[in-house]
Nanobody, 121 residues
């Protein structure tokens, strides 16, 4: 089992950057694929980015390709989401999620509590 805690959200102007962190506790973090999802008001939760457990391969939603980068540091049990060139439509609650032995297209078994990202125009 793994527990996930997100941090790094906040208010930023359009064109700015933020880096989200997802810190995990529990054993064997390296076996987990980890993904970022987001949910805007009135919309369904959607996949943003994911990183696999073994090869570290990554996947991105088309809406964030070229602007967001996901990475992981297994020694620190942390996954990051670097978000550049932010747009108002990126405003949402961002959730970290994990799946044991998963691919970069994470199908979550575990969720964090979320962190708010607000991009002003």
């Amino acid at each position: 089992q793994v527990q996930l805690v997100e941090s790094g959200g906040g208010l930023v102007q359009a064109g700015g950057s933020l880096r989200l962190s997802c810190a995990a506790s529990g054993r064997s973090f390296s076996i987990y694929a980890v993904g970022w999802f987001r949910q805007a008001p009135g919309k369904e939760r959607e996949f943003v980015a994911g990183i696999s457990w073994s090869s570290g391969s990554t996947a991105y939603a088309d809406s964030v390709k070229g602007r967001f980068t996901i990475s992981r540091d297994n020694a620190k049990k942390t996954v990051y989401l670097q978000m550049n060139s932010l747009k108002p439509e990126d405003t949402a609650v961002y959730y970290c999620a994990a799946e044991p032995y998963g691919s970069s297209r994470v199908k979550p078994d575990y969720w964090g509590q979320g962190t708010q990202v607000t991009v002003s125009s």
